[in-house]
């Protein structure tokens, strides 16, 4: 089969990933601290999140390279589903002798030493405070994997980096080397990854070549804060920018397809791999504005653009004031409100000001979006969306040792119903809760369903609901940074004792705090199923309190004429 022949098959069965990501600087931090977040819009995929250790390895062993079913869909032929994302050793919770062992579609020559790091649908943040996100890009090529030719995917890409890397820029030169080397398949994709110092952007998409791969990658300005929504963000690559990195082939593969012409100047790496947005208009760029716009709203970013290509907005801007970790959760959570795009307004939001939308067969579909096809409608993408899977904040903090350095933020489910759950990157696992769920099997053993379930109940209330689960985001927030602040300086004084014993108390003070937090949320979901029960509202002494509907949503429903006399009407 041809090259095009298996991007049209591909693309057919494909699945789709798409995310928000963005790091704010250490210089656009309320702290100093480097900031790396994304989400996980995945559709009730696996949603574990897990612990890789650190490990030795033999000289001359080599790492098997896994294929992943984020990319373009499933593969059966190497057990690549979408749940379990991977069986395997490398892992205690990837160890899952009841399902296939996953089947390498490659190997690469093995390190004597690899780093622990957190693993989602993608790698997260190792033992060294080096952070990555993550979001799909529409680029004209979509293709499947192929031993010998393509054999890596950005989830196994952002693993290999967070086992072997410290630095951001080590981390953007090993992800080139191996695309180039080994080849890249699936969607395009942007990496951001930072370190506590400093902040790159790699993005990568398929070679119409049918090998290797094509990347680029820029350093984000210190000071400023980088957004990404499911489309390329890099633009012109001057070979003479010190900040811009890119593949030796990029140019002569380009120019010979026809993707790019040397007398119209400079390489547009946006204009030459992709069809420009994603999925449908506004998909990517209603995003890409509305963080802009709450980051930096002297700046007058408008919503409105003349097409997929446009300028209208800068690959990174200066917040009007410098961000905290909590400000970029609430980011996470936003759903367009107080605009004339806010989801919690109008007639699908219901009685209740539900802000989710549920997506259907006729809605825009594929990996490569295509604006100019014809729709026959399409919702607003805010950035927190039902089907999100998982949400995290990083941070890396070069003022403290890389065990309490290095925070993972971690948000199960919805960004705008879950709350954060803080864990060290010096910890030496991560409790079971957080690395078990399968989304097929409800189980009050996973920490995820007690956050999907409160998210869902509240879809029946959700202006009631929701003002509830805010206050309780409040303060398990508010009590896990004050936590932080008490185990830090533990640490501190911890002066007579070696990695392990500080690995040991990190990993039994996030174990604590997070079981907390989660039986605390087990509690809540019956809360609400009792105050909320059959619509009204209920407390002891005082049940079945009549609130009905709005009076402005009652208008708009056939209320008006309903028998309110014997007269016919």
Request: hydrophobic share 35%; net charge negative.
């Amino acid at each position: 089969m041809s090259v095009f022949g298996a991007i049209l098959v591909l693309t057919l069965a494909s699945a789709s990933f798409a995310c928000t990501t963005l790091i704010v600087t250490k210089g656009a931090s309320v702290d100093g601290s480097m900031i790396v977040a994304h989400s996980d819009d995945n559709d009730l995929a696996d949603q574990r999140i897990v612990f890789v250790p650190a490990r030795d390895h033999e000289p001359g062993s080599f790492r098997p390279v896994y294929c992943t079913a984020v990319a373009i869909g499933e593969f059966p032929q190497y057990n690549s589903f979408i749940y379990p994302r991977i069986v395997s050793a490398r892992a205690s919770a990837y160890d899952t002798p009841q399902y296939p062992p996953s089947i390498p579609i490659g190997m690469i020559p093995q390190v004597l030493h690899t780093y622990a790091y957190f693993d989602g649908s993608y790698g997260i943040m190792n033992e060294h405070q080096l952070m990555f996100g993550e979001c799909t890009d529409g680029a004209k090529i979509q293709i499947g994997p192929e031993p010998g030719r393509r054999i890596f995917y950005s989830s196994e890409l952002s693993r290999v980096a967070l086992e072997r890397c410290k630095t951001a820029r080590e981390a953007v030169d090993l992800i080139g080397f191996l695309i180039e080397e080994y080849g890249y398949y699936g969607t395009g994709e942007t990496l951001p990854v930072a370190d506590p110092n400093e902040a790159w952007i790699i993005e990568m998409a398929p070679s119409p070549e049918g090998t290797g791969g094509l990347w680029v990658a820029k350093r984000v300005p210190d000071g400023e804060v980088f957004v990404a929504a499911n489309q390329f963000r890099i633009r012109e690559i001057d070979p003479e920018d010190p900040d811009i990195l890119f593949g030796k082939t990029l140019h002569e593969i380009a120019e010979k397809h026809g993707w790019w012409n040397p007398e119209e100047g400079l390489l547009d790496w946006l204009r030459t791999v992709s069809l420009g947005e994603y999925n449908h208009p506004y998909y990517s760029l209603r995003r890409v504005w509305r963080l802009f716009s709450l980051i930096a709203p002297s700046m007058n970013f408008s919503p409105w653009v003349e097409d997929g290509f446009t300028r209208e907005y800068p690959f990174s801007v200066k917040p009007d004031k410098k961000l905290s970790a909590r400000d970029v959760m609430n980011l996470y959570r936003d759903h367009y409100e107080g605009t004339e795009f806010d989801l919690t307004k109008g007639i699908a939001a219901g009685p209740f000001g539900n802000p989710d939308r549920f997506y259907g067969p006729y809605d825009g579909q594929g990996d490569v979006g295509d604006p100019s096809r014809k729709l026959d409608g399409a919702w607003e993408r805010p950035v927190s969306v039902t089907y999100c899977g998982y949400t995290f904040v990083c941070q890396g903090r070069d003022w403290l040792p890389d065990p309490i350095g290095g925070l993972m933020w971690i948000g199960l489910d919805k960004p705008a119903d879950t709350c954060f759950i803080p864990f060290y990157a010096g910890v030496n696992a991560l409790p079971d809760s957080l690395e078990v769920c399968d989304t097929s099997e409800f189980s009050r053993n996973s920490a995820w369903w007690a956050f999907n379930f409160v998210s869902n109940w509240a879809s029946m209330k959700y202006s009631y609901m929701h003002e509830d689960i805010r206050l309780m985001q409040e303060k398990y927030e508010t009590l896990s940074l004050c936590r932080l602040q008490e185990a830090e300086a533990y640490v501190a004084a911890m002066t007579s004792n070696g990695p392990q014993e500080v690995s040991e108390y990190l990993t039994k003070f996030c174990a604590r705090n997070s079981e907390e937090i989660i039986r605390a949320w087990w509690d809540f979901s019956e809360y609400l199923i009792v105050r909320y029960n059959d619509g009204f509202i209920s407390e002891k002494g005082n049940m079945a309190q009549p609130v009905g509907y709005p009076q402005e949503w009652l208008d708009q429903t056939n209320w008006p004429e309903g028998p309110t006399s014997y007269d016919r009407k």
